[in-house]
């Protein structure tokens, strides 16, 4: 019989089958994150990441970004309207995090403020209006909407953005909604981030 240990303390890995001995992790990892922790279970590895992410650069994600809304456009002359609701959305995301990688480094903000240390610690959320505020980005987007509706009633299709949208089902008028929202030239939300970033 097998020395039933906690797996993260054991000195040699037992090896039960993952689906029986590590079914716990399923529910906290997704698939790709998943196969990862399999791995370093099977390898004996007992200090698991948290997250392995790809290290991005305000370049980098300004590209993507870009990409993402190419993408997007694709996908709506596929009449794929979940998916170009979707990447429509993750494209501004992209936009705002940029613009807080330019915001730490013009502004030095993570030495003058704790709070928003605190709060960069959450640059992982996909909420929009989180992410403008952590760009630094309330006042003048604030000032800015106030002179031009047009962004202004944007912003507000924009701002519902989700990424658990990649779940949903999304009509042709939503995902046309947004991508206008975001693209329009010059009042689009995209076009104004650009100028920011």
């Known amino acids: 019989m097998p020395l039933r240990v906690h797996p993260f303390r054991a000195?040699?890995?037992?090896?039960?089958p993952f689906s029986r001995r590590y079914a716990w992790a399923a529910r906290y990892w997704d698939g790709h994150a998943c196969s990862q922790l399999v791995r370093y279970l099977e390898e004996g590895v007992y200090s698991i990441p948290v997250r392995e992410v790809a290290s991005v650069n305000r370049v980098q994600l300004q590209q993507l970004a870009q990409t993402r809304l190419l993408d997007a456009a694709s996908l709506l002359k596929e009449a794929r309207w979940a998916a170009a609701y979707y990447l429509t959305g993750y494209a501004i995301e992209c936009g705002f995090k940029s613009r807080?990688?330019?915001?730490l480094?013009?502004?030095g903000i993570i030495f003058r403020d704790?709070?928003?240390?605190t709060n960069l610690a959450k640059c992982w959320s996909h909420d929009l209006v989180f992410l403008h505020q952590l760009g630094g980005l309330e006042a003048d987007f604030g000032v800015a909407r106030g002179a031009n509706p047009t962004l202004d009633a944007y912003w507000g299709v924009v701002k519902d953005w989700k990424e658990t949208s990649r779940y949903e089902d999304r009509t042709?008028?939503?995902?046309?909604?947004?991508?206008?929202?975001?693209?329009?030239?010059?009042h689009g939300v995209f076009r104004w981030i650009q100028t920011r970033w």
Do not use: C, F, S, W
């Open 11 to 16: 000195a040699k890995p037992e090896r039960t």
């Open 100 to 103: 807080i990688l330019r915001h």
């Open 105 to 107: 480094g013009d502004t």
């Open 114 to 117: 704790q709070k928003y240390l």
């Open 172 to 186: 042709e008028a939503e995902a046309r909604a947004l991508y206008e929202a975001v693209t329009h030239d010059p």
